[in-house]
């Protein structure tokens, strides 16, 4: 028997939940309504399918393209018209979708309780399924999709986005990284997840609202931006792209531990009376301030094999009343979280003989202390510097108490490294003259890794670089290395 003409074959199938899509021409329309009625009867009295099923009547019965069922506490839908063009279930209880009708261009399903989607339709153009906390993924996305709204679920990853999306509102989620960003992209809304870098951002942006992430960097920003929100990140600089966007164009870069050289730049830039830039909303105070740091012994003897901790934090109490004793405790600890102090075998034994050294010299450890005191906790490219100037300072002391007095070659090649050293940093300081927001130290000391080798410099520390930097750089090495060397 046809299950047109079985309505207890249909009211098996919506009481279980299982719903498939029917044809008009397959399925008259009493067939229709006695689903649907029977749909219906079996709901929970806290849901209006009475409300549901008389919308449903409606919009079969005048072919309307657009179907609304938001606001009705609905647990579950029935079949669906297979005509509809747009569908609101915003603002129902569904945990679960059934197949949606291929004809589908807008689908409105926010503030539910989905945990997955359905495969969506072929020529869908908008989709929102915002606020479904416990979504966290999404299915393969049709390259028909413009606009895509995710607010305040669970994503932590996002599919290949479609070439034709031109909105993607993905905040409150937790989101480690974004996929490639299509060419049509106007708007991007990621705020309030765990990204630490962006892709690079496509020509066609015009507003990006990244707050409250872990961002450390921005790529080089699209000149039609027009909106820029990356307040509450890691940013210590700025790409000199931002000078680009529109006198119109708002930034608001509020609570980001900008290194003092780009708050520098962007007071002197932003209060010209020449400037026509774009309107840029900071914050004057750097965050360093008011930072606690642990005792110096503590941070001391963590660089230590444990069998000799008791011993060097007894000697190393008595200096914690010194002068700059507070901020080379919190460049020890920023030290440990360097990308030498991580990846290089030997490092943390080289500075425990360093700090060996340090306890025994009044003289050296004060000038120690006082050359980390120009270190700061959130740049690591001044605490990898601060360490390179530490390990100088060692060697002229070295020198000075005659270390080197029967070994003159020694004391040659230091020489040459001390003067190769000078020179990279006034090659740096030339080259940082004509960039907004590229810290001085960054270049100074990517200049150093890559030419670390060929000037046989010993105390050079690995660091990484950002890519801007790199790339501004990279294409001076050769002739910086020729002009050093003589």
């Given at each position: 028997?046809?299950?047109?003409?079985?309505?207890?074959?249909?009211r098996?199938?919506?009481?279980?939940?299982?719903i498939?899509?029917?044809?008009?021409?397959?399925?008259?329309?009493?067939?229709?309504?006695?689903?649907?009625?029977?749909?219906?009867k079996?709901?929970?009295?806290?849901?209006?399918?009475?409300?549901?099923?008389?919308l449903?009547?409606?919009?079969?019965?005048?072919?309307?393209?657009a179907?609304?069922l938001?606001?009705?506490?609905?647990?579950?839908?029935?079949?669906?018209?297979?005509?509809?063009?747009?569908?609101n279930?915003?603002?129902?209880?569904?945990?679960?979708?059934?197949?949606?009708?291929?004809?589908l261009t807008?689908?409105k399903?926010?503030?539910?309780?989905?945990?997955?989607?359905?495969?969506?339709?072929?020529h869908?153009?908008?989709?929102d399924v915002?606020?479904?906390?416990?979504?966290t993924?999404?299915?393969s996305l049709?390259?028909?999709?413009?606009?895509l709204?995710?607010?305040?679920?669970?994503?932590e990853?996002?599919p290949?986005?479609p070439p034709?999306?031109?909105?993607l509102?993905v905040?409150?989620?937790?989101?480690?990284?974004l996929?490639?960003?299509?060419c049509?992209?106007?708007e991007?809304?990621?705020?309030d997840?765990r990204?630490?870098?962006l892709?690079?951002?496509?020509?066609n942006?015009r507003?990006?609202?990244?707050?409250?992430?872990?961002?450390?960097?921005?790529?080089?920003?699209?000149?039609?931006l027009?909106?820029?929100y990356i307040p509450?990140?890691?940013?210590?600089?700025l790409?000199?792209?931002?000078?680009?966007?529109?006198?119109?164009?708002d930034?608001?870069?509020?609570n980001?531990?900008?290194?003092?050289?780009?708050?520098q730049?962007?007071?002197?830039?932003?209060?010209?009376?020449?400037?026509?830039?774009?309107?840029?909303y900071?914050?004057?105070?750097?965050?360093?301030?008011?930072?606690?740091?642990?005792?110096?012994?503590?941070?001391?003897?963590?660089?230590f094999?444990?069998?000799?901790q008791?011993?060097?934090?007894?000697?190393?109490h008595?200096?914690?009343?010194?002068?700059?004793?507070?901020?080379?405790?919190?460049?020890?600890d920023?030290l440990?979280d360097?990308v030498?102090?991580r990846?290089?075998?030997?490092?943390?034994?080289?500075?425990?003989?360093?700090?060996?050294?340090?306890?025994?010299?009044?003289?050296l450890?004060?000038?120690?202390?006082a050359v980390?005191?120009?270190?700061?906790?959130s740049?690591?490219d001044?605490?990898?510097?601060?360490?390179?100037?530490?390990?100088?300072t060692?060697?002229?002391?070295?020198?000075?108490?005659?270390?080197?007095?029967?070994?003159?070659?020694?004391?040659l090649?230091?020489?040459r490294?001390m003067?190769?050293?000078?020179i990279?940093?006034?090659?740096?300081?030339?080259?940082?003259?004509?960039?907004?927001f590229?810290?001085?130290?960054?270049?100074?000391?990517a200049?150093?890794?890559?030419l670390a080798?060929?000037?046989?410099?010993?105390?050079?520390?690995?660091?990484?670089?950002?890519?801007?930097?790199?790339?501004?750089?990279?294409v001076?090495?050769?002739?910086?290395?020729?002009?050093?060397?003589?």
């Amino acid at each position: 028997m046809k299950p047109a003409h079985n309505p207890s074959f249909f009211r098996s199938f919506c009481g279980l939940g299982c719903i498939s899509r029917l044809s008009v021409e397959e399925q008259n329309i009493t067939d229709y309504h006695r689903i649907w009625d029977n749909w219906a009867k079996e709901g929970a009295a806290t849901e209006d399918r009475t409300q549901a099923v008389r919308l449903l009547k409606i919009c079969l019965a005048f072919q309307e393209p657009a179907l609304n069922l938001s606001l009705l506490r609905l647990r579950s839908l029935p079949y669906l018209p297979p005509h509809i063009q747009e569908l609101n279930i915003s603002s129902n209880e569904l945990r679960s979708l059934p197949e949606l009708p291929p004809s589908l261009t807008v689908l409105k399903a926010s503030d539910n309780r989905l945990s997955r989607l359905p495969a969506l339709p072929p020529h869908l153009v908008a989709l929102d399924v915002s606020l479904n906390r416990v979504l966290t993924c999404l299915p393969s996305l049709p390259s028909s999709l413009q606009s895509l709204s995710a607010l305040l679920n669970s994503l932590e990853t996002l599919p290949d986005l479609p070439p034709a999306l031109q909105k993607l509102s993905v905040g409150n989620n937790q989101l480690t990284a974004l996929p490639e960003l299509p060419c049509e992209l106007q708007e991007l809304s990621a705020f309030d997840n765990r990204l630490q870098e962006l892709p690079p951002l496509p020509q066609n942006l015009r507003l990006l609202n990244v707050g409250e992430n872990q961002l450390h960097r921005l790529p080089e920003l699209p000149q039609r931006l027009q909106s820029l929100y990356i307040p509450n990140n890691q940013l210590n600089t700025l790409p000199d792209s931002i000078m680009n966007l529109h006198i119109y164009a708002d930034v608001n870069i509020y609570n980001n531990p900008l290194s003092t050289r780009t708050l520098q730049a962007l007071q002197r830039l932003t209060s010209s009376p020449d400037y026509h830039g774009p309107r840029i909303y900071f914050s004057m105070s750097d965050g360093q301030q008011n930072t606690l740091h642990r005792p110096l012994a503590d941070a001391v003897t963590a660089w230590f094999p444990e069998n000799k901790q008791s011993d060097v934090s007894q000697i190393w109490h008595a200096f914690e009343h010194e002068e700059h004793a507070n901020t080379f405790s919190a460049f020890l600890d920023r030290l440990s979280d360097t990308v030498s102090a991580r990846n290089t075998s030997g490092f943390r034994e080289q500075v425990a003989a360093w700090l060996e050294k340090l306890s025994a010299s009044a003289e050296l450890r004060q000038q120690s202390f006082a050359v980390a005191a120009d270190a700061t906790e959130s740049c690591e490219d001044r605490v990898a510097l601060t360490w390179n100037n530490l390990r100088k300072t060692l060697l002229v002391h070295q020198a000075s108490e005659g270390l080197f007095d029967n070994d003159t070659g020694a004391l040659l090649s230091l020489g040459r490294e001390m003067f190769r050293l000078e020179i990279l940093e006034d090659i740096a300081r030339d080259k940082v003259r004509t960039l907004h927001f590229v810290d001085e130290i960054e270049v100074y000391l990517a200049f150093q890794t890559m030419l670390a080798e060929k000037l046989q410099l010993s105390t050079a520390v690995k660091v990484k670089w950002s890519t801007k930097t790199g790339h501004r750089v990279r294409v001076f090495p050769v002739s910086i290395f020729r002009f050093v060397w003589g």
